[in-house]
């Protein structure tokens, strides 16, 4: 009882929020994206060639300049071999800038994709990866205004070429206010260039899927919506599971049960998996290590 009191505080708070910032930014104007284009870069990684296990980890690292010895710190810990990383870029560094030092620290290739124009610099996701990275694409994700704080979307692809065999990923990063069925339809361009691959696929990143029904983008009705559930199963239709079942929450805010953040595997069988507090971002790391299925 308390949780759902404290859900519904949140949900009135949010609610109070928009009013105020929609009066403000009535009239906003659709943010600027950045030219879609690849940043790649490859390093004398190290990989086991006799391994047939690899640990995949997602963070949406909320634009945090300093957050790289974390990351480094966490991937060390969980013997991360492959990144997943959203909001990767500040005013103060560029996202590309972020990503080509932190891939130089961990001696891992990298890739990266900058979505939005953030204070002259650009901001958007990566993969970094202990195995070579093939094939990486952009992919544009529909857009939807939403009165303030609108965000252009992408899809990052690649494919690794790993010692059990080639692995498709797709990182991405869904829009925040939206229900369910715009959210699946966003999700579109990731599944449709996935299709008809034979061989182990992953989608993952930063999903938004906030369990509320939103009016008009701007007002949140908790629990009226289930956007994990309706994700979850339009995925499962697609032949992709999770282990992240009852997991942590992995968005910091007073211990509230909110799971944004998924891994969803397809020909890949979980082995361990968890979520991690990564400190200055305000969501978790989550990372789960995997084996091909058999």
Known sequence: ????????AVAVAVALFSISA??????ET??????????????????DPLARTLTIGSLNMAGQPKIGEHIAAWTAQRGIDVLLLQEVGHSSIDGETFVASLGERLGFH?????????????????ILS?????????????????????????????????????IHLMNVHLDTRINGKDRVAQLAPVLG??????????????????DARWVGTMFPLVYVERQSIVVREHLAANGFDTPFHGTQAT?????????????????LTPLDWNVDTVPLSDHRGIWARLAPAE
């Open 1 to 8: 009882m308390a949780v759902e009191r404290t859900v519904r």
């Open 22 to 27: 929609a009066a403000r930014v009535r009239a």
């Open 30 to 47: 659709p943010p600027a994206c950045a030219p879609l284009r690849l940043a790649q870069q490859d390093a004398l990684a190290h990989a």
């Open 110 to 126: 990298s890739v990266y994709a900058p979505a939005d124009i953030v204070g002259g610099s650009t901001q958007g996701l990566a």
């Open 130 to 166: 202990r195995f070579p990275i093939e094939g990486a694409r952009v992919l544009p994700l529909t857009y939807h205004h939403l009165r303030f704080k609108s965000r252009c979307r992408i899809a990052l692809g690649a494919t690794l070429r790993t010692p059990g065999g080639a």
């Open 193 to 210: 260039a996935l299709g008809g691959i034979d061989a182990p696929q992953l989608v993952g990143g930063d999903f938004n899927t906030m």
């Open 251 to 267: 968005l910091k805010l007073i211990h509230l049960p909110i799971r944004l953040d998924w891994l969803y595997l397809k020909r």
